[in-house]
C-alpha cells in the first residue's frame, strides 16, 4: 500500500526565516512520481513540482527548494526568506503507476503560517 | 487556467437527499479524479477514472457513485447524503505521468 505522511501539521515562522516541511513516503514500487501542492487561503490547489523516482537531484526554483532521498523515502520541502504570501496549507502527494490506473495519494497538509 | 470546472461551486441539502456534483473539462485528459477534503485529513480519493466508462474506487468511496460516459465529464453521485457526507469536493484531472489540475472545489453540506 502506499502511504504519504506529514507529520508537521503547523508551523509557524516570522517573516524571512527559513523554514522546511516534511514528506515521508511509503511504497514498494519503483517507479512513482511525487508531488508538493500548495492550498492558499482562497482555497484552490496549485501545482508545484513533480519529481519522479528515479532522479534524485535536488532542485531549486527562486525561494523554493525540494530535497529527494530515496534512501530515507522523504521529500522535503524549504522555503528560504519566507514571505506572508507563502502562508498556506502544503500537500505532498504520491502517484505510483498501476497499469491503467493511477491513483494520487495526498498526505494530509501541513499549515503554514509566516508572521509579518 | 487547466480548462477544469466544477458544479455546483456550494450546495446545501437535506439528510436523504441525492446530490450530483459535475466534473467538466475542456483539455481531453484521461484521467479524472474525485477528492473530499475534510480538516485533519487532506485530500482523500473517493473514485477516479482511467477512461470514458472506466472507473475504479479510492480509499473513501463508501456511499458515493460516480460515471463516465464521456471524456469530459465525471460526475458524482451522494445516493442518499448523510451529515458526513458534508465537505468540500475536488475534481482532479491529468495525463498519466504529469501533475494534477484541479477545479475550484465544491462546498456540499448536509443538513
Known amino acids: 500500500a502506499q502511504k504519504v505522511t506529514q507529520a508537521q501539521t503547523e508551523i509557524s515562522v516570522v517573516e524571512k526565516e527559513d523554514v522546511t516541511l516534511d514528506c515521508v513516503y511509503e511504497t514498494r514500487d519503483t517507479t512513482y512520481y511525487l508531488f508538493w501542492y500548495k492550498q492558499p487561503p482562497s482555497g484552490e490547489l496549485v501545482f508545484l513540482i513533480r519529481r519522479n523516482s528515479f532522479d534524485e537531484q535536488n532542485e531549486i526554483s527562486g525561494r523554493y527548494s525540494w530535497n529527494f532521498q530515496k534512501s530515507t523515502s522523504s521529500f522535503n520541502f524549504t522555503i528560504t526568506a519566507s514571505q506572508v504570501v507563502d502562508s498556506a496549507v502544503y500537500f505532498c502527494a504520491l502517484i505510483v503507476y498501476g497499469g491503467a490506473t493511477n491513483k494520487l495519494i495526498f498526505g494530509t497538509g501541513t499549515l503554514l503560517a509566516v508572521q509579518p | 487556467d487547466a480548462g477544469i470546472t466544477q458544479s455546483p461551486r456550494h450546495k446545501v441539502t437535506e439528510t436523504g437527499t441525492p446530490v450530483t456534483l459535475r466534473c467538466h473539462q475542456t483539455?481531453?485528459?484521461?484521467?479524472m479524479y474525485w477528492y473530499r477534503q475534510d480538516p485533519g485529513h487532506g485530500l482523500r480519493l473517493i473514485h477516479y477514472s482511467y477512461g470514458v466508462k472506466d472507473t475504479d474506487k479510492g480509499e473513501v468511496s463508501d456511499g458515493y457513485s460516480v460515471s463516465r460516459s464521456k471524456t469530459e465529464d465525471f460526475l458524482l453521485t451522494l445516493e442518499s447524503a448523510t451529515s458526513s457526507q458534508t465537505s468540500v469536493y475536488f475534481c482532479a484531472i491529468g495525463p498519466n505521468t504529469g501533475e494534477l489540475f484541479f477545479g475550484e472545489g465544491s462546498r456540499l453540506t448536509v443538513l
Open positions: 483539455e481531453n485528459h484521461r484521467y
